[in-house]
């Protein structure tokens, strides 16, 4: 049955933009600039794996609909099922922690982190133009801490920059800057440090 092939295709559309910067990272090439390509259609591949599902399910249901009135059996039908409700959680799990992202977390909730820094390291807020999502912030946080020197990175969608904590003997903001600018998001020099 052609349903489950779409319904698999809507999963994968649905996550290519959180899962395709996380597998650059995995396989070593995070810093190719491909991540901020996946963020910027963000609302395209979201979009798309919605409308992909729909036509899964709609194949699903016409399919069900002519062999009840040609009194057939269904072949594959717990199995079509079974694939389109995988598929529908997936996406509905891609688009529900995107929008967690854009909400800023649990109902606004900021980072419990301690605030407190080590007195040899400075804290910087570098904006970033570009971030989509949670895997936007995953690529721009692993760009940062590349750089040796770099204690912590976190990365917000929200607020669109990213806080690092870095130990200014060992690198400097333009460096952090420039790692930064090498996955494809546009970070900029703060206005003040």
Known sequence: MQANKVGILSAIVA?????GPLLLILVGLGSLGFGAFFGKYHGLFSGAGLAILVFAWTL????KR?????????????????TLTVATLAVLFFLGANLYTYSGGLFGANSTRDATIPAQLE????????????????????????????FQADASTQKKSVTIEYDPDK???????????????????????
């Open 15 to 19: 996550s290519i933009c959180c899962v």
């Open 123 to 150: 804290q910087v807020t570098i904006p970033v133009e570009g971030m989509t999502c949670f895997t936007c912030e995953i690529s721009v946080e692993h760009a940062a801490k590349g750089v040796d020197g770099v």
């Open 60 to 63: 699903y249901f016409r399919e």
């Open 171 to 193: 690198t400097s903001v333009p460096e952090i800057v420039d790692a930064v600018n090498a996955t494809g998001y546009r970070a900029q020099m703060p206005t003040s440090k």
């Open 66 to 82: 002519r062999c009840a009135a040609e009194q057939c059996d269904m072949r594959n039908k717990k199995v079509t099922q079974t």
